[in-house]
């Protein structure tokens, strides 16, 4: 296993139960596509929170591999506005 293709549904179902304070019945009792957009635009925010924390610091607080692939999205998309 290379960590490719992402986390298995199940660790992303333990995620959203300790988040939301969840059992595995409650968690299938709502509408789960709603939930996962929601725990994924939360995650995103998150990573958006650390990037402007990491900027702000000039560079001098950490942030991971995937918090940086976010950035790089975010940088890409704001040129395509730019140049739109």
């Not at 595995?24 to 596509?33: H, I």
């Not at 702000?56 to 395509?80: C, F, H, P, Q």
């Amino acid at each position: 296993m290379r960590g490719e293709g992402g986390l298995p549904p199940e660790t992303t179902e333990a995620d959203i139960c300790e988040r939301f304070g969840w059992t595995f019945t409650q968690l299938d009792n709502e509408d789960q596509d709603r939930v996962y957009t929601a725990v994924s635009l939360a995650n995103v925010r998150d990573c958006c929170n650390r990037i402007k924390s990491w900027l702000g610091s000039g560079g001098k607080t950490g942030i991971d591999n995937r918090d940086l692939e976010i950035y790089g999205k975010l940088v890409e998309a704001e040129k395509k506005i730019d140049n739109a």
